[in-house]
Every structure is written in structure tokens, then in C-alpha cells.
């Protein structure tokens, strides 16, 4: 429902209203554009067959529930490898209150050219105020034509969603970020086509051409250039040829013919008008992301660079693969514009042949040169990008694989000091172990001379030699026994038994285990180098070499 | 020099809503750097917007697609406004900025000039200020007479602009990227691909 009290003035006499925009399609697309609308039992013209634009999201489920907002094709032409014309009647959800008979035509051309059109037949004035006229009339206010146009270019884009290749799809996405979500939209260019355009004023609806000169009325009356911007953009330029009146607006062209067979004689030259303008606005948008990707490409350069850590390195990767695949797709699609410009160049000079009348609004041959060195600046800004894109994974790889040469040079030297302290242990051990043994063999000499004291009181005294021997005889036994329980059963228990449990660790294993270190999860690389237990003590026993 | 009398009425209103949110080169108190303040298109396409429900302003809205914070979306577009603009800058009363964004496309700014303010200010002496002015503070102003912030969020698929002052009062204009259906009927048109020229 329109809030506002409109204004309606300007009419259009039953426009033919084309949303045009271009999408790459090469051969491939192409056929699946073909086998997409002729899955049906009928493929031509004998009965039409539902289109969604859902897709199938349970390939198990034998029955499937969709939402009722689908539209119902109808194939008229197919030209291999040069055009299908379809029609659909369109069955979206709309608001309430409203009531649509929406019937689209479509022509997608191989070139890439999709015009989607409708003839407005007639319009529901219910409720509008400040003017005479029938609650459904044929004539369309300029106002009401705007919203009409809106309503086609964001059902067209529902229509073809299901149409395109996933590849187009990316493609579109690319060049038109988000436009596959609800309430986003691709950037389109609106035609329309009309006998006359009526004014209201005191004696009722008045032909503008009676009026007088339209291009002088349009540069006198504001509202009517208002109005008119409404429908397709800025208005750059207005040209008055034998055959229409060509109004050419940032978004669009206005044609008011000069009767119903001049789209006939002038249908050559509109399709060049509109693959022109179609493929300019694409080639816009396809060298804004360009850049954009370029502004990112700096970014991820100045990360790169300012070597973040190890964690942002795998992120830059991601984002620079990201890029990449993005580049590539661009410049596939430069090709495809490549080639629909090489196609165009034979019916450019045929057309300006016979005169230029409604193309004079662009000169065509000069078009078709600037569209081609658009389309080589591209190809190599795209290459650039490309190989910018290229050697900064390079880099990035180069930075990793350093980083990771660092870390192994880190573990190894860590894996040295922690042999080197088990080689310092071990001599202290056995210096302890020593001491131990003599102790012993002290204490077992102090016992045996109070032993003797002892005897000699009770018994009578020893000769010095005898106690001399005695006293040998028993730290010898002693040192012996004392060195076979503690020093051969093992003065280390759990090692020994780690050691007997688990075999004897190889070189080779050592060696096995250091190599399987850069494989733990990258934070460590660049944090504190931790060692496992079991690592630490095979490096202790066998140092890497 | 152009006296507001030349002006219409939405011109005035578009007049003093840059008068009252955007500002010419200055020095911020405390600051050390020359700041300027502009209104993005979008800003004064939704206080137009919402001037022509609220019936302030006489202009029309019509949906166009345009770019709004990086893709294209709906938006209820008056082209008298952006005419209004034009004119005003044509004047010497508004300057236009062009103003790159993040997707190397362009967006316009606008901002009252010195020869604006003056008009402006030569206007709010006469008798008709206090009415128009109290218009432009309804729709631009919270409850306590603050011009507010403006900027858009967007909250489950649906944009709004919020307007926000420094007391916390805030107000939505929501309708802006809504399109309006209208009932119609519709022929296709295959026209264009058939090899004998006929619809």
C-alpha cells in the first residue's frame, strides 16, 4: 500500500516495461539454462510446468512440502546455442491487498543478454486522490509505473535464481555482495517502451506530443523530469529521432515510439543499446570489486608483513586463497565478455551501415573499441592482481616454512641442555653412589672395631695383624655386597623399568619424534617449547646428533 | 545575494535540516584538527522520507535500487528532494561531496555552505521561521529539542535508520527501504528473442 498521497500527473499509455542486465554465459551455462526449463514432459509450448526457486534440500525424502510462491513457465523458443524465450506467469506472495496478474517474458540471449519484460495492461488506481480517472485503467501513472518496475526487477531476480549455474551464481555474488539475500538486489537497467506519454491538466489527459515539443516540455517542467527520474534514474539525455524519443537516465532508457511497429523496425538497435549499457554497468561493478579485492590484498600484505604470529598467518592463507579464487573467477569472466564483445563487432557495423538514428545516444562503433580495451585493462589488471595474490602465498609459505625451521632449531638446542643436565645427573649420581659405597664400608670398619674391643675384653687380646685382616675382610664383603644390591639391581627403579617396559628407544625414533614435532597445533610454534615426558627421557639416554 | 524568499518551502525546510546537522570547517573545542560535518544522501533521502508521510514536506518517494553500506538495495527515493539539492548547491547555498566508499563506488555528501548559513539566518529573523523551524526540529530533533545522530542498522534482514541524541531518545524511520506494491496486470513481452518479430 502506498503511504504517501502520490501526485500522478504523467501517464504512460500500456508500457512494455524490460528489466535488462547482463550475466556471463558461456556454452555451459547456456545448456544447463536449457535442460533447467525443459526438465518437463512438455518442453515446448504444450504445457507449462511449475519453476521454484527452492532448491532440494533432502534428496531422501520421496515427498516435499514447499512454500506455494512459485511461478509457471512456459517455453516459446530455443535457439541452440543462441537464445530461449520462455514466459512466466509469476505466483510470488504479496502484500496484502494486493492483487497481481504478473506475466514475465524472458529472453536470455548466449551473449549474456537476460531481458525479462512485461506489457502493462492495466494498473488499480483504488484509493488514489486528485485526479478523474478509472479505478483500473490502462494508462500508468509514472509513479505507480516505478513501483510496478521495482516489483519485476525483485521477482526476475527470484525467477533466474533457480535458472543460473552455481558458477553465475558466485559470479553474481562477487560483482553484487549479498544480492542473493532477501531485500538485497543486483543493479539492473530498466527499459520502457511506450506509444505516448499523457499528461493530466485541466481538459483531463492531454498527449504530450500535442502538447508540443516533448524534449522542450521535459526541459521546462521540472515535475515531469522528476517523475520520469523516478522510473530510470538521472536523466542524462534526451534525443528525438523519426522513430522515438530516446530518454537515456542513469538507470534506464525511456523510449516514447512513434507507433506500435517502430519496436519491430527498431529491435536490432535496442538489443545493442541494451547489451551495451548492460555490459558497461557490469564491467563497473566488476572493476569496483577489482579494486576492492586489491584494498584487501594491501591489508593482508601489511599482516603479512607485520608477521602478526603464526595463527594470523593460516587467516591471511585463508583470506589470500579467498582472493585468488575470486580473481580467477573475474578474469573467466572477462573472457566471456571477451568474446560476446567479438561477437558484437559484425552487427555493430551492419547497423551503423544503415544509419545511426536511436543509437546516436552512444556511438556504437566507438562503444564497441572502448569495451574491448575495457575488457584487455581488465584481463591484465585481473593478471596483476592474480600474480600479486600468487607471491604473497609465496611469501607467506616462505614465512611459515622459516618459522617452523626456527622452532625445530629451538627444539633441538632445548633437546641439548636437556642431555647435557642428564649427563651432569648421571656423573653426580655416581659420584654420590661412591661416597655411599666408602661410607658404608667406614661404618662397617667402625662396627667391626667395637666388635673386636668388645671380644678382646671378654676373650683376651688380638694380635694387630689379625685385626688388621678382619677389618679388610669385612668392608671388602661389605663394598661388594653393598655394590651388588644397590649399584647391579639399579639405583634408578623407574627408569629402568620405563626403559624395560617400552624397549630400547632407537635413534631412528628419537630421530622420528623431533621430525613429528612441527605437526602440533600452531600456537605452540611460536609460545614456550614444551617437551613430553617420555621425549625427555629417550633424548636423555640417546642425544639427537 | 539569494534571499529565502526565492526559495520554496521544502527548500527552506531541506535548508535548515543541513543548517541544523551538518557544520562548516572548525575547530572542535579541545581539538587540535579542522573538522567539517556532512549528511550523507541517505540521511536526508530518509528525513525526506519520512517529511512526505508525515506530510512536512510535499515531495513524492518512488523505490529505486541504490547503494546503501555496500550493496544495492531498495530505497524509497524523492527525486524533488535530490532536485532541491541540485538546486541548492546550483545556488551556492550547499556544497557536495563525492565521497568514496569501501566498494570503489560513489555516494554523494551535503553540506551547508557559508552562503547557506547566512540565509538561514537572515530567514530565522523573519516571522515565518518559527513555524518551519519547529516543522524541521520535529522531524530531526528529540523531545528536548537536540538534533539527533542518525545512522543504520539493521536488525534480522530489515535496515532502519536510527536517529539517537546525546539524552538517549531515539526514533526509527523504517519505511525507507520498504517498497510499495501496487495491483496490476501484465502481458509477457518475448519479443525480443523471436526470429519473425512478433510479441
Sequence with gaps: MIRDELEEVFFLKEPIVSIVEWIPFGPHQFEHLISAITTSWFPTMERPSFLTDRREEEPRNCLITLESGMARIMVKDIREKDTVSFTADVYYPEAEGIRQIEQIGVNVFSNGLVICSSKITTVSYRGAKGFQIDENESLISLDRASRIVCDLIEDTSRLLSTLLTPYQRRILNIIYPLSELELYERKKLTFIFTEDLFVCTERGLVSLREVGDVEEILKQRKDARMEIQQLIGELQEVRSTPEAIVLKGLDGFLLILKDGSALIRLKERILLLMLFSSLNLFFKHLMARAWMIWDSLMRERKRCFERAGQADALKVRESLSEMLSNVVLLEDTCVTIGISVRRLRGLVERLCKDGQDILGILDPVQELESLSEKVEQAKNTLHALRTDIEGLIDIITTLVEEEMRQVRIRMDQNLEAQVTMMKIEQVESERLRLIEIFSGGLLAAELMALIIVIYEDLVGPIREFVKAVLTLAVIITFSIFFYIRVIRVGHLPGATEKRSTSGPPSRERHSSMVKRRPTMPLPCMLGQLELDPVLEATSAVFPAT | ?199
Design chain 2, 1 to 199: 545575494m539569494l534571499k529565502e524568499g526565492e526559495l520554496t518551502e521544502d527548500q527552506l525546510k531541506l535548508l535548515l535540516v543541513l543548517y541544523m546537522t551538518t557544520k562548516p570547517p572548525h575547530r572542535p573545542p579541545n581539538g587540535t584538527v579542522v573538522v567539517e560535518r556532512w549528511a550523507k544522501e541517505i540521511f536526508l533521502l530518509a528525513i525526506a522520507y519520512e517529511g512526505a508521510v508525515r506530510g512536512i514536506f510535499t515531495y513524492d518517494y518512488a523505490p529505486s535500487v541504490m547503494l546503501v553500506g555496500g550493496a544495492y538495495r531498495f530505497v524509497n527515493v524523492s527525486q524533488e528532494c535530490l532536485n532541491d539539492l541540485r538546486y541548492l548547491a546550483s545556488k551556492g547555498l550547499v556544497e557536495i561531496l563525492s565521497l568514496a566508499t569501501e566498494r570503489h563506488l560513489f555516494i554523494r555528501a551535503y553540506r551547508i555552505s557559508g552562503k547557506g548559513r547566512e540565509v538561514v539566518e537572515a530567514f530565522l529573523r523573519s516571522d515565518r521561521a518559527e513555524e518551519l523551524l519547529k516543522e524541521v526540529k520535529n522531524l530531526i530533533c528529540c523531545e528536548e529539542g537536540e538534533v539527533m545522530d542518525a545512522s543504520l542498522k539493521e536488525e534480522e534482514g530489515i535496515v532502519k535508520v536510527v536517529l539517537r541524541c546525546p539524552h538517549g531518545h531515539t526514533r526509527e524511520i523504517t519505511g525507507l527501504f520498504e517498497t510499495e506494491d501496487v495491483s496490476y496486470e501484465s502481458e509477457p513481452i518475448t519479443f525480443w528473442g523471436s526470429r519473425h518479430d512478433k510479441g
